[in-house]
């Protein structure tokens, strides 16, 4: 079946700091990928999506590339705020047809002053 | 924008109750979905309807049940509360018409204490 793998968090950085957040998946066919994020007290809400070999989504600074040859969609910024804080679900839909879409476990970043 | 709407953010009830979440969309979404998420184990389906009074189960659907009488609304019954049952509960709704391969939108959750 299909499967999405996430670092575990927390991952603590400063404020201005470069983060990356590992993202990697198993699945059959072509499936869409996507960062959601989750800020405290909230539900989760897109953030950014790439849905074939070689796109990358964008959106708010953040930036991921959907890699077929290594199977990854790791999300980048190159300067994170405070206000980044929160945690971040990588995922896949599409795979096979089905409208389930796949999550990982989340990532807590904690951005310090 | 899409808005899903989760009816209560906090909810207590005590265990044995009968208990009902709702959620509803303004997207004219077809597919609509229940999750609940636990520290530690991330996001778990509870149940999935991809039309009116269609449902599938989740991976984990004991205890649960869930009705959809109309496209826009989502219910998730507890049966019989118990304190396992205290979590955080997502709605999430997505559309069917452009693929497989949507986004989904989540309401803001609902945090349900059993005591």
């Known amino acids: 079946g299909n499967s999405v793998t996430q670092m575990e968090g927390p991952v603590t950085l400063s404020e201005e700091a470069f983060l990356t957040i590992n993202c990697t998946y198993t699945?059959?066919?072509?499936?869409?990928l996507f960062w959601y994020v989750q800020y405290p007290g909230e539900g989760l809400q897109l953030l950014l999506k790439a849905t074939k070999a070689d796109d990358k989504g964008s959106n708010k600074g953040f930036e991921a590339t959907y890699r077929k040859e290594t199977t990854s969609f790791h999300l980048e910024k190159g300067s994170v705020q405070v206000s980044d804080s929160a945690v971040y679900f990588c995922?896949?839909?599409?795979?096979?047809?089905?409208?389930?879409?796949?999550f990982g476990r989340g990532t807590s970043l904690i951005v310090h002053p | 924008d899409v808005k899903v709407t989760q009816s209560s953010r906090y909810l207590v009830k005590r265990t044995g109750e009968k208990v009902f979440l709702e959620c509803v969309q303004d997207m004219d979404h077809e597919n609509m979905f229940w999750y609940r998420q636990d520290p530690g184990l991330g996001l778990r389906l509870i149940y999935f309807s991809y039309d009116v009074k269609m449902k599938e189960k989740g991976d984990i659907p004991e205890g649960y049940s869930v009705s959809r009488e109309k496209k826009e609304r989502f219910s998730l019954i507890l049966e019989s509360a118990s304190t396992n049952q205290t979590s955080m509960y997502l709605c999430a709704s997505s559309s069917r018409f452009w693929g497989s391969n949507q986004p989904q939108h989540f309401g803001d959750g609902t945090r349900l204490s059993i005591l």
């Open positions: 699945a059959t066919g072509y499936p869409s």
């Open positions: 995922a896949l839909s599409g795979s096979g047809g089905s409208y389930i879409p796949t």
